[in-house]
């Protein structure tokens, strides 16, 4: 009985280590065993598939006969071949095949003869780059949204699949090929009947003619495609029904007008490379317009400055129409009232009210010329011309003259360069003023952000610090000379001169500088002037620039003071030449100089606090006459009416 017992519990030892062991083994395949794919059902009929896995390689096909969605995601599947949907080709309506690593080609006719199909949706598939083929074969006719949700996005497509390949009465709700790497839009690679048209953040360089021929298309969208810069004089031609274009965020430079008639909305805005917009006579249909640039606008508004030509045929077809209508209908009186035929310009004013054009004309750059008023352009060439005949003059007699240069005579130099660049500034803005005389948005594009404006602004910021600069080394010169008259030792030399002089062509030339690189700007408004704020990195300049100027003048007025008062009571009071009459030359200088600084100063500050007291056009009163005035009065001042430069001029002329 025992040993029964004994040789019992060994057998019940050896079935449980064998079950043990068993139960091992089984846990040890499992945990080094790949990890299968996925399929789950969304709905009770197994009509809705969603399959996933690392190991999932190609579409299934021993699910459901009768599905009808199917969705594949994060699988490693590399190839789709024709025959991967046959068993679902009559049911299926819905694909999705989302974040696919690995694929590489979908073969040709995968989606042909499917004649439920509705949707597909291709996403984050990086290494797919082609699809030739993709749509034939295609029999659906309620392809209603192309490409799905998001459609092919997150790709690397480079180009545009054969939309040709679908049927003629096929029409779709949107075509969504946002994200990928389509570099371009070639002759007839578009030709479909479409809601929405979507080519969002690709590479596309160029749209060529005819790239949408045979199309329909209501809402066409290119924006964000940043290295956009050309569009072919008929790329838009052959397209038809468009209702809404965007081409915000690219670099065109200009819009053509083929195929546009029909346009009612139209967006390019963060487009600073827009430089021409078509006449208005060309967008005939247009409501909304969403642009970059300010002066855009005035064109929509002013179209006969705008296209003159234009505007010329409109006004002649209009009074066409009109005399028809007179011949044929005679006058018409309704109740006790004559009704009168509108005139073209009522008729545009009347459009112009139903127009949304921003961004709308500003305080910075208002629909107006350069100068904006006529004696302000007849008072510009007038100072511009004694600022330059003046500068000049000394700068010749100084420097070719027989006297020798000092540390006065090289100071002097130094101003009438200074304010010689002033007066090469006001030629440039008076030039480009006579040159766009009444339809300067027509030309303020090249202007402003062309080499011109870049230049003249970086003349005018130079030149005026510079002038300051040295005028304030020449009144302390003139301080030390006559407070320290008695110590020789106390004296600016030439040498010393120079090399305070390069420091201030050093600073001058920095303060300048620093708007071409992006610290405010010199495109901001049409005289060219650094007067944007936006940043705060552009506050902190203008701030230090009018602080700097301000101090400088401090310092001058101290010096002037102090040379008064050294003088002493019976020499202030004297009418004997000498100290004083050079003391109250240079103080006449710098007064000139601070009359024409601070109501510049002074309204600056307040519209950098943010209570502008005068808007741009007043303001070109002080900037282009008042500011400039210093420059044209200097070297009447301190050279052309003294003695000493008379006689230099007559040596030299002799």
Not at 485 to 499: E, S, V, W
Not at 593 to 602: E, G, L, N, V, Y
Request: net charge positive; proline share 4%.
């Amino acid at each position: 009985m025992r040993l029964m017992i004994t040789l019992a519990t060994i057998a019940t030892f050896f079935i449980h280590f064998s079950s043990t062991m068993e139960d091992t083994e089984s846990a040890t395949l499992k945990m080094h065993w790949p990890a299968p794919y996925f399929c789950e059902s969304k709905d009770d009929n197994n009509t809705d598939i969603h399959c996933y896995g690392s190991n999932l390689l190609e579409i299934p096909s021993d699910l459901n006969g009768a599905l009808r969605k199917l969705t594949i995601t994060d699988a490693n599947i590399r190839y789709v071949k024709r025959t991967s949907l046959d068993p679902y080709r009559r049911t299926m309506i819905d694909i999705t095949l989302s974040n696919l690593p690995c694929l590489r080609v979908i073969e040709e006719g995968t989606f042909g003869d499917m004649p439920n199909l509705r949707t597909l949706y291709i996403s984050h598939a990086p290494q797919l780059k082609f699809l030739h083929g993709l749509l034939r074969g295609v029999t659906s006719s309620t392809f209603y949204s192309f490409f799905g949700q998001r459609r092919i996005i997150w790709t690397g497509l480079l180009e545009v699949p054969d939309l040709f390949l679908l049927p003629k009465n096929n029409t779709m709700f949107l075509l969504d090929l946002d994200h990928n790497k389509i570099e371009r839009l070639p002759t007839n690679s578009i030709k479909i009947t479409a809601q929405q048209v979507t080519l969002n953040f690709n590479d596309i360089t160029n749209v060529d003619d005819f790239a949408f021929n045979g199309s329909q298309i209501a809402e066409l969208y290119i924006r964000s495609n940043y290295r956009l810069s050309k569009l072919g004089d008929s790329a838009f031609k052959g397209l038809k029904s468009l209702r809404m274009l965007d081409l915000s965020e690219t670099a065109v430079k200009g819009l053509p007008a083929e195929g546009l008639k029909e346009l009612e909305i139209l967006k390019i805005e963060k487009t600073h490379t827009m430089q021409t917009i078509p006449s208005i006579y060309d967008l005939t249909n247009l409501k909304e317009a969403r642009l970059t640039h300010s002066f855009h606008c005035c064109a929509f508004k002013y179209p006969k400055q705008h296209d003159p030509e234009k505007h010329a045929q409109y006004e002649q077809n209009m009074k066409k129409i009109c005399k028809e209508l007179e011949k044929s209908r005679g006058q018409f009186i309704v109740g006790s009232k004559r009704t009168r035929s509108i005139s073209s310009k009522e008729y545009i004013y009347s459009r112009s009210q139903r127009w949304t054009v921003p961004p709308e004309p500003n305080a910075l750059n208002p629909c107006e010329d350069i100068m904006g008023m006529s004696w302000l352009r007849i008072s510009v060439w007038c100072v511009l011309t004694l600022a330059l005949l003046g500068n000049l003059s000394v700068i010749i007699v100084v420097l070719f003259g027989d006297s020798e240069i000092n540390v006065s005579r090289f100071l002097i130099c130094n101003l009438a360069f200074a304010d010689f660049c002033m007066g090469l500034y006001l030629l440039m803005i008076a030039s480009m003023d006579y040159h766009s005389v009444e339809q300067y948005f027509n030309f303020a594009f090249n202007w402003q952000y062309g080499l011109g404006c870049q230049v003249a602004g970086f003349l005018t910021v130079f030149s005026s610090h510079l002038s300051i600069f040295t005028l304030t080394v020449v009144t302390l010169e003139r301080w030390f000379a006559i407070t320290y008259a008695i110590y020789l030792t106390k004296r600016i030399t030439l040498k010393l001169a120079i090399k305070i002089l390069i420091g201030g062509w050093i600073y001058s030339m920095l303060v300048a500088a620093l708007p071409v690189v992006g610290v405010s700007n010199y495109s901001s408004t049409s005289i060219c002037l650094p007067m944007e704020a936006n940043e705060p990195v552009d506050k902190a300049y203008l701030y230090a620039i009018i602080i700097m100027n301000g101090l400088a003048f401090a310092l001058i007025v101290f010096c002037y003071v102090q040379i008064y008062l050294s003088l002493g009571y019976e020499t202030r009071h004297s009418c004997v030449k000498g100290e004083m009459t050079i003391a109250k030359k240079m103080a006449l200088l710098v007064f000139t100089d601070f009359a024409t600084m601070a109501p510049i100063s002074f309204f600056g500050l307040t519209a950098l606090a943010g209570y502008p007291l005068i808007g741009v056009t007043r303001s070109k009163i002080l900037l282009v006459f008042f500011y400039p005035l210093n420059a044209c009065a200097n070297p009447y001042l301190y050279a052309l009416m003294t003695a000493q430069y008379r006689k230099d001029l007559f040596i030299l002329v002799s």
